[in-house]
């Protein structure tokens, strides 16, 4: 990412410019993006675009919410906004842009079990709508609280309670499915292409 801001000023005091927030939550913005159903090949320009505004915004000053809350409020507005462009729907994550790393000392068949199920996390995400879906994933998968969604998204808390429900029902209902259809065990294998389009 091209520099955004002078390096001298990134942290001042209670305040992140775009330089600090970059260097502190890019990969953090980078896996929210992907969760929302940017394209892997996207992610780049999405992101920089994020920081931009970030810094058009005059950086984070501490409040009520958190720099990351804050960021993927942004990171929300500019992957809509890329799609309402570009009139695509959200897509798939792209497996190998949100690399999957073997835990230590595990076979090849857990590699596979985990990537299986982590595809499977992420096509039961891909039913939900851009707005429970910011939630859950915020909630479930980045462990920010409600009130740090609530801060961060600029919504009322109760609204995030009411997403969060509502996505919990409707995600817990799309992963079920998929794990009890032996044909998607099946599309699920390492060796389908559809993989790298639906892993998280």
Not at 24 to 35: D, G, I, P, Y
Not at 44 to 73: N, S, Y
């Amino acid at each position: 990412m091209q520099s955004v801001g002078p390096s001298s000023t990134a942290v001042v005091g209670s305040h992140l410019n775009a330089e600090a927030l970059y260097r502190a939550h890019s990969e953090f913005v980078a896996r929210f993006l992907l969760k929302l159903g940017a394209a892997g090949q996207d992610v780049p320009d999405l992101l920089q675009e994020v920081f931009l505004v970030a810094h058009r915004r005059g950086g984070f000053i501490m409040g009520p919410a958190k720099p990351t809350t804050w960021l993927a409020e942004i990171a929300f507005r500019v992957a809509s906004d890329r799609r309402k462009k570009t009139k695509r729907k959200p897509e798939n994550a792209d497996t190998e842009a949100i690399s999957l790393l073997p835990a230590r000392g595990a076979g090849p068949g857990d590699t596979v079990e985990a990537r299986q199920g982590l595809a499977r996390v992420q096509r039961a995400l891909d039913t939900l709508t851009s707005d429970k879906r910011a939630v859950f994933v915020l909630f479930e998968l980045e462990g920010e609280s409600c009130d740090a969604i609530a801060n961060g998204l600029g919504i009322p808390v109760g609204t995030v309670y009411s997403r969060l429900h509502a996505a919990r029902r409707e995600f817990a209902r799309a992963h079920q499915q998929l794990s009890s259809d032996p044909r998607d065990a099946e599309a699920l294998g390492p060796e389908k292409k559809a993989v790298a389009g639906a892993g998280a």
